[in-house]
């Protein structure tokens, strides 16, 4: 299966812990999003990679998260001191760079690594 | 702040009925609109892409159309079938960022 792969797909953790999520994108896509989506909602961006740099950040991605991509390849997604709020489903989509601007892309999505936090 | 709305929020119908759901944005500066649909606990599927420039789109059975001006958009479903069960969600790409929105989804439930 050559689409877009999140590692865990299910993490349950206390309050205070940390964790880290991974995203392998489609292998020939230089775009990597992070989205978080709660329960009945729709997704909520929280930041975008072209390549290894980080080019965009919500007001979401509050202190506690952090987002790396070091080699413009996987990207992990990282949550400090987690609280009850954070649980939700993170889903991480990749996209090719059509052009400058993001939103000309087509974005594919992983199937989401859900977080239960208590 | 670009908002988005989706009507309505769940929608159960017999197999072979034709159906629409509705999505709403509140800003038409936009650069194109997206349908997805979400399978539960799974990631997104895009079924339509329709950029600011063109009034509809067609793939299969689906169909989307887009009036800007009017800030809706409208995914039409023809035959529909129990496979057809998902969450279906709009999201909007603003013209100035790259923070995509996304509406909450319609819950269709399409019964054999």
């Known amino acids: 299966d050559t689409g877009v792969s999140q590692d865990p797909r299910h993490k349950i953790t206390k309050r205070g812990q940390n964790v880290t999520f991974r995203c392998d994108p489609i292998?020939?896509?230089?775009?990597l999003y992070w989205y978080r989506q709660t329960l009945g909602q729709g997704p909520e961006f929280l930041t975008y990679?072209?390549?290894?740099?980080?080019?965009?950040k919500s007001r979401l991605l509050s202190d506690r998260f952090s987002a790396e991509r070091p080699k413009g390849s996987f990207s992990t997604l990282e949550i400090q001191r987690t609280e009850q709020g954070d649980s939700a489903m993170y889903l991480c989509?990749?996209?090719?760079?059509?052009?400058?601007?993001?939103?000309?892309?087509?974005?594919?999505f992983g199937p989401g690594t859900r977080l239960t936090v208590l | 702040k670009q908002e988005v709305t989706q009507i309505p929020a769940a929608l159960s119908v017999p197999e072979g009925e034709n159906l629409v759901l509705n999505c709403s944005f509140t800003d038409s500066a936009i650069y194109n609109l997206q349908w997805f649909r979400q399978d539960p606990g799974k990631g997104l599927t895009s079924l339509l892409l329709?950029?600011?420039?063109?009034r509809e789109q067609t793939s299969g059975r689906l169909n989307a159309s887009l009036d800007k001006s009017s800030g809706r958009s409208t995914l039409y479903i023809a035959a529909s079938q129990p496979g057809d069960s998902a969450t279906y969600l709009c999201a909007v790409s603003p013209l100035y960022d790259n923070d995509m929105r996304f509406g909450a989804g319609t819950r269709l439930t399409v019964k054999p």
């Open positions: 292998s020939e896509h230089n775009r």
């Open positions: 990679f072209q390549n290894e740099a980080q080019l965009e």
């Open positions: 989509a990749s996209s090719l760079k059509g052009t400058d601007n993001p939103s000309t892309d087509t974005q594919y």
């Open positions: 329709i950029q600011s420039s063109q």
